[in-house]
């Protein structure tokens, strides 16, 4: 089964996703105040060729691929930066195979009340940096247990060699699925489950008059 990490700043209407998705009723955090628990649901994922199977063979029951979706807090500003404040959930769904970006392009009171405006490409960029310094937190930790090692063989030389290379590229903001290793080195980094090397949607949540106009504020940035 395929899993999913619903991800975001606050007030962008992540459990809302998440319930729409896996028909939960997770209370949303317009009310609650500092969550820090995490939603798990599944959803079966529709599928034309079963239903096309089903309708031939007319067996007892069919059967569709499922998924499994996590739905964290609200991500903190600049947590990462800080050490031993980072955002601690976020390691709670370093395995699952995919993330969802979840962002906020309706008008809300909360999020005004925060003095939080709309801006698509600005929420982009701040989840993006909190995902390297979570991935740059792990590399340091790794770096310096590989580098105090009794004996350094050639497979431990060559490891730090590699996340050597990872932790320059996430000084620099690159994500890791955007360096450029070679087949021998990439085998390194499957057992991380870095954040950064992991496939990344975007959900734009809208309201409902800019659903039926099929627009929303940088639409042009996004798509």
């Excluded at 590229?169 to 360096?179: D, G, M, Q, S, Y």
Aim: aromatic share 8%; glycine share 6%; charged share 25%.
């Amino acid at each position: 089964m395929l899993t999913f990490g619903i991800i975001g700043l606050p007030l962008v209407g992540k459990t809302t996703i998440f319930n729409l998705v896996t028909g939960k009723g997770a209370q949303t955090s317009q009310f609650i105040t500092d969550k820090t628990t995490i939603n798990v649901g599944s959803a079966l994922v529709p599928d034309r060729r079963v239903d096309f199977l089903g309708k031939v063979y007319q067996p007892k029951r069919l059967t569709y691929a499922q998924i499994q979706c996590q739905d964290v807090p609200g991500l903190k500003y600049g947590s990462g930066e800080e050490k031993g404040k980072k955002n601690q959930f976020l390691e709670d769904i370093r395995s699952v195979d995919a993330l969802v970006h979840v962002l906020r392009a309706f008008e809300s009171t909360a999020a005004t009340k925060d003095k939080v405006s709309i801006d698509l490409w600005r929420d982009v960029e701040i989840v993006n940096l909190e995902l390297l310094f979570a991935d740059l937190e792990l590399l340091e930790k790794r770096l310096s247990r590989l580098k105090q090692s009794k004996k350094i063989t050639k497979e431990v030389a060559a490891e730090i060699e590699v996340l050597s290379k990872c932790e320059e590229a996430i000084e620099k903001e690159i994500p890791l699925a955007n360096l450029d290793l070679s087949p021998a080195e990439r085998p390194f980094l499957q057992h991380y489950q870095f954040f950064t090397t992991k496939p990344l949607i975007l959900v734009v949540n809208t309201g409902e008059e800019q659903f039926k106009r099929h627009n929303y504020p940088q639409k042009e940035l996004i798509n």
